[in-house]
């Protein structure tokens, strides 16, 4: 007896170690996660998440991996490391972002439990019914930004939209970020616009100048809102390079002795691709000519019967095009070269005009015919209407038709003669 339960209390004792043993093994490889995650915006460029850092409970090097997940898009995960914030760039905070970051024991399977912090205040309150909508802007290169935007569905007639933008060449954010700020707060650091388009008294555009050249790489953040706090603000961010539209280009064209088409135009920017197309008049397919880096083309074994018409237009190199490729220019003048005909062309063009002339002439003559005739037979004219009936009567008696007077009338002729001169008087 005294052995057996000897026994039972060296098992149970052996039983508990195990057991103690095992929690403290689960306790060292137990990893709280961060804690007090915040989110501030440093400046309109750029957002920042600090959290404080894990309880170092498994007595190992700690490092942060982080994910950021906006709707509808791939989610972007970030090496782990040792800082505890995360700068984010180039984001839509116009809709909800999920930030995540986990702590995890350097070169370990030892986790932490993931802290994930909902973003949807970085543009302050206000009644998104009202927001401006189906918002886009052109870069005018070099002279101007034009952004046009719809009024909200529950805009009121006199909702007074105003815009701010922000440029910037920097390609990092600020390593010295402090305090997290409100997005009202950064409006006052912004540059106005001033040159709005109105529709039935509400804005619905606006353009200023901007002349930075594409090598600079700008950035552009332009906000859409009201002083009053009454509309949620519309937040755009892009890089000015890729919303830049060129000038048309001018070109020229010509045909050369060997039945080829020159087509050239001027630089509109350096290393620049062009697109031309080409129209012929016995075809209504165009011909397309893409992404040609030089400033002029060829089109070999032109027909020189047809007539051709060509156009060109411009877009920022490939090497800096982002998602979505560059904005293509408007089209130049057109251009039109006309065909030269053969002599095929001469033959059956006269085969069709001779027929057609006859009849035409045919036609004049059966309706001027009585004319015609009038004008190659004139009339004789009839002497009984051109002189007087005494002919008739002449050619009828013989004679002639003059009447004597039947009685002479003689007249009395008296003179009257006066005196040289006159008695003196006496």
């Not at 031309?276 to 032109?302: C, F, M, R, W």
């Not at 982002?322 to 408007?330: A, N, V």
């Not at 002639?400 to 003179?415: A, F, Q, R």
């Amino acid at each position: 007896m005294g052995s057996d339960r000897c026994c039972t209390i060296i098992l149970s004792l052996w039983v508990s170690i195990y057991f103690l043993l095992g929690s403290l093994a689960k306790k060292q490889d137990y990893l709280p996660p961060p804690t007090n995650l915040t989110f501030g915006m440093d400046g309109m460029f750029c957002l920042v998440f600090q959290w404080n850092p894990s309880e170092n409970t498994a007595n190992c090097s700690i490092k942060y991996s982080k994910i950021l997940l906006r709707k509808n898009e791939t989610p972007q995960e970030r090496g782990p490391s040792t800082n505890l914030t995360a700068h984010v760039k180039k984001v839509d905070i116009n809709k909800e972002i999920l930030f995540t970051v986990q702590a995890e024991c350097d070169n370990t399977n030892i986790v932490s439990n993931k802290t994930t912090l909902p973003v949807q205040i970085a543009t302050g309150k206000g009644n998104p019914n009202i927001s401006v909508r189906n918002f886009s802007c052109i870069w005018y290169y070099p002279e101007y930004v034009q952004c046009t935007w719809k009024p909200g569905r529950d805009a009121p007639p006199n909702v007074n939209y105003t815009l701010i933008y922000w440029t910037s060449v920097e390609l990092s954010c600020s390593s010295n970020f402090s305090q997290p700020k409100q997005f009202h707060d950064l409006l006052p650091t912004g540059s106005s616009c001033s040159n709005y388009t109105y529709s039935n008294g509400i804005p619905t555009g606006c353009q200023f100048r901007f002349q930075n050249r594409i090598a600079t790489l700008s950035k552009l953040v332009t906000a859409v809102s009201d002083w009053s706090k009454e509309v949620k603000p519309y937040l755009y961010y892009v890089g000015a390079n890729s919303i830049a539209k060129l000038k048309p280009p001018v070109i020229s064209a010509y045909r050369t002795p060997n039945d080829n088409i020159n087509i050239s135009w001027n630089e509109v920017y350096k290393d620049a691709l062009h697109e031309v197309l080409v129209q012929k008049s016995n075809s209504e397919i165009h011909e397309n000519y893409k992404d040609i880096a030089g400033l002029s083309i060829e089109i070999p074994n032109a027909a020189t019967d047809v007539k051709y018409t060509v156009k060109v237009r411009v877009r920022l190199p490939s090497y800096s095009t982002l998602p979505g490729g560059h904005l293509w220019s408007d089209w130049s003048e057109e251009q039109t070269l006309q065909g030269v005909s053969n002599g095929r062309d001469i033959s059956i063009l006269l085969l069709l005009l001779i027929p057609a002339i006859i009849i035409v002439a045919a036609v004049i003559l059966l309706i001027y015919m009585r004319r015609l005739k009038i004008l190659i037979f004139p009339r004789v004219p009839d002497p009984g209407k051109v002189l007087s009936s005494d002919l008739q009567q002449w050619l009828k008696n013989g004679r002639t038709v003059y009447n004597e007077p039947s009685k002479e009338e003689i007249c009395p002729i008296s003179m009257l003669e006066t005196p040289l001169t006159s008695p003196p008087m006496e």
